[in-house]
C-alpha cells in the first residue's frame, strides 16, 4: 500500500466490518506470533473479527463505544476501538482504547496518530478525563508508538490466559491524563 493523499479517519460502519476484520487479524496474528499456542494463532481469521465487528456496530454496548477507521482514500488501512476503562482501579472518567491496529503495509504514512488523535478526541468529548491503553509488555514498538504520544506505564499489568493449558501473556497498561479541549 502505497502513501496515500486523502489520508482520513472516520465512525466505523457495518460495511466496514470485512475490511477491520482483516486489519486485526494481521495484526493480531503478528503481535501474538510465538505468544500463544499455535491452535490459538490460527483462529485470527478475518471473518471472525469480522462477524464480532458487524455484531458490535449493529448492537454497540451501553455508554460509549466508538469504532475507528483510518482511510487511505476510500480503502480501511486501520482501526482503533474505544470505551470506558473496565479496569476496576480506573476513575469513572477513564476512557480506554480498547483495540487498535493500523494494516502492516500502511505504516508510518501517520495512519496510527490519527487513529489515536481522534479516538482521544471523542473520549474527550464524552467528558473523560484520562485515556489509558493495554499493550503486550514485549511489544515494544507498540509502547514506544504510544508514548511518544504521551502516554506512560503506570505499574499496573494483567496476565491474560492465552491458551486452554493456562499460558499467559503480560500486559502492561500506559496511560495519560486529558488535557481539557482548547477554545477557538
Not at 449493529?58 to 480501511?76: D, I, M, T, W
Not at 514498538?141 to 504521551?150: E, K, S, Y
Request: proline letters at 8%; one cysteine or more; glycine letters at 10%.
Amino acid at each position: 500500500m502505497a502513501p496515500h493523499a486523502d489520508a482520513s479517519v472516520r465512525g466505523a460502519t457495518e460495511n466496514d466490518a470485512p475490511a477491520v476484520g482483516l486489519v486485526q487479524a494481521l495484526v493480531w496474528q503478528e503481535a501474538y506470533d510465538g505468544v500463544v499456542p499455535p491452535e490459538v494463532h490460527a483462529a485470527f481469521e478475518p471473518q471472525s473479527f469480522a462477524t464480532a465487528w458487524r455484531e458490535s456496530l449493529r448492537r454497540p454496548p451501553e455508554g460509549v463505544h466508538r469504532l475507528l477507521v483510518a482511510c487511505a482514500g476510500e480503502q480501511v488501512v486501520g482501526f482503533a476501538a474505544i470505551g470506558p476503562s473496565q479496569d476496576p482501579d480506573a476513575s469513572p472518567a477513564t476512557g480506554e482504547i480498547t483495540a487498535m491496529g493500523v494494516h502492516p503495509q500502511a505504516r508510518r504514512q501517520g495512519h496510527g496518530s490519527r487513529l489515536l488523535n481522534a479516538a482521544v478526541d471523542l473520549l474527550r468529548e464524552a467528558g473523560a478525563e484520562h485515556v489509558a491503553a493495554w499493550t503486550l509488555a514485549r511489544h515494544e514498538g507498540v509502547r514506544a508508538f504510544l508514548g511518544g504520544a504521551g502516554l506512560t506505564p503506570d505499574g499496573a499489568y494483567r496476565d491474560r490466559v492465552v491458551s486452554p493449558e493456562g499460558a499467559t501473556a503480560r500486559e502492561v497498561r500506559l496511560v495519560a491524563t486529558l488535557d481539557a479541549p482548547t477554545q477557538e
